[in-house]
């Protein structure tokens, strides 16, 4: 079984360009919730899509917005990188809404 | 507010030197508590998910505890393989999780 994969592993822009960050789920995870995680911190909660669907939005400015495909694999979009956009972004897929969270291996991406 | 709050922030032990992380949570409706563990570099992987107070789960020499204010993950004997950042994270609805900023554990041989 395949777990959560995410592309690229690293990234590096400069501040005002425009990312777009890539997560494939779980095999039959319907589920996919993002992270934001700066350096010696905890994860902190962008959005979460459900069967394509927002299903819920953390304290993120609208210029990062996402998406999710029929497949359930989601991407990020961040428009006009600053430089405390630089973190590691990690996203998250479960089976359901209520079952737990099986996070990937994060894409780090550094703002210069 | 909803707070996640872990101690200690790192945590030295020798091999074998048993010892608990401790994670305090102020959530209201709480809807599951995670323990997921993080090494450098890398997401977190999951280990447990506790739901009510009283709730024990068990892996390896990693034994996960509840109640109704915080969570306890104590590690008996631990290994050197077990160093890595523990994080705890709360659930309150079936969107987010609220996760504390972790315990830096390292295990000397």
């Known amino acids: 079984e395949t777990g959560v994969t995410q592309s690229p592993t690293h990234l590096i822009k400069t501040r005002g360009q425009q990312v777009t960050l890539r997560c494939s789920s779980q095999?039959?995870?319907?589920?996919v919730s993002w992270y934001q995680q700066a350096l010696g911190q905890g994860p902190q909660f962008i959005f979460q899509?459900?069967?394509?669907?927002?299903?819920g939005r953390g304290n993120f400015p609208p210029r990062f917005s996402g998406l999710q495909f029929p497949n359930y694999s989601s991407e990020l979009n961040v428009n006009a990188l600053e430089l405390d956009d630089s973190a590691l972004y990690l996203c998250?897929?479960?089976?359901?809404?209520?079952?737990?969270?099986?996070f990937g291996p994060g894409t780090r991406l550094t703002v210069l | 507010e909803d707070q996640v709050t872990q101690s200690p922030e790192a945590l030295r032990l020798q091999e074998g030197e048993s010892s608990s992380l401790n994670c305090s949570y102020t959530?209201?409706?709480?809807?599951?508590l995670f323990w997921y563990r993080q090494d450098p570099g890398k997401g977190p992987e999951f280990l447990f998910t506790?739901?009510?107070a009283g709730e024990e789960k068990e892996k390896e020499r990693l034994k996960a505890t509840l109640t109704k204010k915080e969570s306890f993950l104590h590690i008996t004997a631990p290994k050197p393989e077990d160093s890595a950042t523990y994080l705890c994270?709360?659930?309150?609805?079936?969107?987010?999780?609220?996760f504390g900023t972790g315990t830096r554990l390292q295990v000397f041989p």
């Open positions: 998250a897929s479960s089976l359901d809404i209520n079952n737990e969270q099986f």
């Open positions: 095999s039959g995870h319907n589920t």
């Open positions: 899509y459900y069967r394509e669907e927002e299903n």
């Open positions: 959530v209201s409706g709480l809807r599951g």
């Open positions: 506790l739901y009510s």
């Open positions: 994270a709360v659930r309150k609805n079936t969107d987010k999780l609220i």
